[in-house]
C-alpha cells in the first residue's frame, strides 16, 4: 500500500530548508519517504536509546573536562602554596636579618653614648652607673654577655694608645 492510500496520512506543511530538500531529491530520494522514516526512527526504541546514549557520552565528556579543570587547578594551587610558602620566608628572612641590623646600630649608638659619659665621668665607674644606668639596661638587652668594668677597662686601654 503506497502512504498516499494510506488513511492516516495527511497534509500538513512543515517548514525546512530548501536548499536541503534539493539536495535529497538530486540524490533520488522521495522526500516525504526520508521524512516519514525519520519521524518512524525518532519515535522508535532504538532511538530513545542513541538519544540517551549520546546524552551520557556527553555527560561522560564534561566529567572528563570537569576532572581536567580540578587537576590544573589542584595543579595551580600547589604552586601558590609553594610561592606563598616561600614569600613567608623570605620575608621572615628579610625581618631577621633587619632585626639584626637595627639591634647592632642601636647598640653601636648606646654604646658610643656610653664611651662618651665613661670619658666625661673620667672612668668613675658609680658615677657612669648613676647616669647612664637606662643606656646599660639597653645595651645587655641587646647583648646580655655586656659588663660595665671590663668594657671600661678595654675603653681606657684603646684611648691610651
Avoid at 27 to 44: M, P, Q
Avoid at 48 to 65: A, N, P, T, Y
Avoid at 100 to 106: D, E, H, L, M, W
Amino acid at each position: 500500500m503506497d502512504f498516499l492510500d494510506d488513511p492516516d496520512m495527511g497534509r500538513r506543511t512543515i517548514w525546512t530548508d530548501l536548499n536541503k530538500i534539493a539536495r535529497v531529491e538530486e540524490l533520488g530520494l522521495d522526500v516525504t519517504k526520508l521524512f516519514n522514516a525519520t519521524i518512524d526512527l525518532a519515535l522508535s526504541e532504538e532511538f530513545e536509546d542513541l538519544v540517551v546514549q549520546g546524552k551520557l557520552r556527553k555527560i561522560d565528556s564534561d566529567l572528563q573536562e570537569i576532572s581536567m579543570e580540578l587537576k590544573r587547578m589542584e595543579e595551580r594551587k600547589s604552586l601558590l602554596l609553594k610561592q606563598r610558602h616561600d614569600m613567608e620566608t623570605t620575608k621572615q628572612d628579610i625581618e631577621g636579618s633587619w632585626e639584626q641590623t637595627k639591634a647592632r646600630v642601636y647598640k653601636a649608638q648606646y654604646i658610643r653614648t656610653l664611651n662618651q659619659i665613661i670619658i666625661i665621668n673620667k672612668y668613675n665607674q658609680e658615677v657612669v652607673e648613676s647616669v647612664a644606668g637606662d643606656l646599660i639596661k639597653s645595651i645587655t638587652r641587646l647583648e646580655p654577655d655586656f659588663q660595665l668594668q671590663p668594657h671600661m677597662v678595654g675603653l681606657k686601654k684603646m684611648m691610651r694608645h
